[in-house]
């Protein structure tokens, strides 16, 4: 499971505010900065959904392994992140397509 000192990294890793980690994880603000902060260990399930979250965002969470601890890291190198991050920021409202089939 997730570490508060994780979800710090991963949020600045991905570059997103606690602000917008709460609206795609739909856990409050005030619950995330108090886990970060180690002020208290929300529910397994919010957890769940910060982890979620920040792995949609882009981060990969990686377990304890021969003692080295827990980590995180970008799914992408920095270049393919930039592509993704103007790619979202494009277009306009989605259309269906005006595809007939005789």
């Not at 902060?37 to 949609?56: G, M």
């Not at 990686?62 to 799914?75: C, F, M, N, W």
């Amino acid at each position: 499971m997730m570490k508060g000192a994780q979800c710090r990294a991963a949020r600045a890793l991905v570059g997103i505010s606690t602000e917008k980690l709460a609206k795609l994880s739909g856990v409050d603000v005030a619950v995330i900065q108090a886990f970060e902060l180690r002020i208290c260990q929300p529910s397994s399930e919010a957890v769940h959904k910060l982890e979620r979250a920040l792995e949609y965002a882009g981060a990969d969470f990686l377990p304890e392994s021969g003692g080295l601890g827990v980590g995180v890291r970008l799914k992408f190198d920095s270049a393919t992140a930039r592509r993704l991050a103007i790619l979202e920021n494009e277009g306009g409202i989605a259309r269906p397509d005006r595809i007939t089939w005789p």
